[in-house]
């Protein structure tokens, strides 16, 4: 997973560190960084006249190497500072700057914008006067880039500080932050790029990578390519959309356990009534259900509370969503399920945890010892074990009915191709994003399944 770790600025601190004790000079882990961030500012701007907004740390640092290395290529580049540096690589990298240094309050705009205010080390939110004057330029501005963070966003959870304008490149040193990926800060940037300056990272809390998908081989056969039960309630279309998914994600076989007769298709999905506690207790006694699905569509009320019963006795391998979140205890989850809760069933289920989306999923797992899909515009699907990956950038179209019905059926499917619930989880949760990507504008839960096999050809 090179090139995918996410680090906290304590870890990316501890990583900078360990390079430091390598014998690398700081001065020169700043020089890379501001190299790296030079040649792409360079690509993006077609030499325009460029402002670079340098501020008192190392952040600031790498601002001013940006304005040293543009320049001498020719670009017509200013400085604005926010004070004097106060960092040794900064007071170096601020010595090499021969050029003049605007202050922040008085600098006229420029096409291009250069952040380098705060990166990692912002303590708080910008003080009013200086997100006033951030913001007012990038208003002037044609193309706005950051240098490592948008200066006001919280590097850890993602938050905005104080105000933010909208980004058009922002450049990651050494690894991602959480904020590179996480709401809102990741709503701020149009484009997110790594630039890698040579800095070893513990890749446990990564970017979702595109997965690698195997086809089936020729001793693949129904069951062996993985059985998915999908336990029916009172609204039967989230049923239906979850097996649909389960089966073009990968399922061999798809079984819906529903509560009234229905002939609603596709007809390779087997469809039986299974009412009653005996009829569905007997339906899951079948060793080959390799992944059972439970909460769409389930309900709320004592018969709802009932079948999910039987369905945790079933002893099957889980996946739970929607209703059986709500009517579950977080306590009660069995180890090894996979949950995909959006932020309401995520509340109710574990309550007001603190800490980033991340910090929040991870220990949600730990606590019911099964992977956590945390949902939305961000997705993190966490690890008990301590690894989580998280997705962005997924089409804000999925904000309609039955998407999350579409995505459990999708976990369901990967978990009975592969038996790995993390591996599911990540799979499912890309293949759900990708859907989305090209089922384009304006979709309904029912357009997306049609779009998963395409998504899975891609990635085979
Ligand atoms: N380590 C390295 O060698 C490398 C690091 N790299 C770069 O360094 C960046 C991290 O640098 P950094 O740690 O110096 O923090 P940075 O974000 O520049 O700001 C800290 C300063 O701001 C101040 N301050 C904070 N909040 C404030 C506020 N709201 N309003 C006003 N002031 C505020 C704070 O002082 P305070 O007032 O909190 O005492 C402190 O003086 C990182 O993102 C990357 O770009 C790369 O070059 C690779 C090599
Ligand atoms: N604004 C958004 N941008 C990207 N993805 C979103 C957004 N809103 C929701 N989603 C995704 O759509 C799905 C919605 O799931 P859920 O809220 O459970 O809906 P439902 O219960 O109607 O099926 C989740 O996979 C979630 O990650
Ligand atoms: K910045």
Redesign the pocket.
Known sequence: MAGSAILTADAM?AA?QAVFDAGVE?YA??ER??TAAAELIWRASCGRDMLVLC????????GYVVARLLAARGVPVRVAAMGES??E??IQARSLWTGSVEALADARPASVLVDAL??????????DD?AGRLCALAERATHIHA???PSGVATDSGALLSPVPDYDLCIA??AWKPAHWLQPAAGTVRQAVLAD?GIACDDRVHALMPPRLKAPGADAHKYRRGLVAVVGGAMAGAGRLASRAAAVGGAGYVRRLAMEADHAGPDAIVASVAATPDRLAGALDDRRIAALLVGPGLGRDDAARARMGIALAARRPLVLDADALMLLDADAVPPGSVLTPHDGEFAALFGDLPGSKIDRALAAARRCGSVVVAKGADSVIAAPDGRAAVARGASHWLSTAGTGDVLAGLVAGRLAVTGDPFRAACEAVWLHGEAARLAGAAFIADGLIGCIAPAIAGRL
């Open positions: 601190r900078e700081p882990l700043m960084a501001g501020g008192p740390g190392n952040n600031g640092g790498d106060r960092t690589s900064g705060f990166g990692t080390g912002l303590a708080r939110g910008l003080d200086v240098i490592d963070l040193l050494g300056i």
